[in-house]
Nanobody, 124 residues
Framework: QVQLVESGGGLVQAGGSLRLSCAASGRTANANAMAWFRQVPGKEREFVAAVRGTGISTSYADSVKGRFTISRDNAKNTMYLQMNSLKPEDTGVYYC?????????????????WGQGTQVTVSS
């Protein structure tokens, strides 16, 4: 099993920045591909960004391209999401996800392990 714990959420004004972290523990070798998703009440969990095991290959949702940067530090078993130029529509609960495979699906069902989520609120 892999345990994932997110941190770094909070309240920020539009145009501001936040950095989310996701710390993995347990069988971290199973945290190969990792991703961030977000969810607002009444909507499905939405893909934000993903990174492969080496940290070199990344992918982003169109809505965050150029504003968000995903990265990982495998020595620390931690993944990050740097969020800049935040918009009110970025508001939601952000979840960290991981899977043992190397591919990076953009749908929530493709991931085996999930964190508990961290709230991000962007005020206008």
């Amino acid at each position: 099993q892999v345990q994932l714990v997110e941190s770094g959420g909070g309240l920020v004004q539009a145009g501001g920045s936040l950095r989310l972290s996701c710390a993995a523990s347990g069988r971290t070798a199973n945290a190969n591909a990792m991703a961030w998703f977000r969810q607002v009440p009444g909507k499905e969990r939405e893909f934000v960004a993903a990174v492969r095991g080496t940290g070199i290959s990344t992918s982003y949702a169109d809505s965050v391209k150029g504003r968000f940067t995903i990265s990982r530090d495998n020595a620390k078993n931690t993944m990050y999401l740097q969020m800049n130029s935040l918009k009110p529509e970025d508001t939601g609960v952000y979840y960290c996800a991981a899977r043992s495979g190397s591919l990076v699906p953009t749908y929530a069902g493709g991931y085996e392990y999930w964190g508990q989520g961290t709230q991000v609120t962007v005020s206008s």
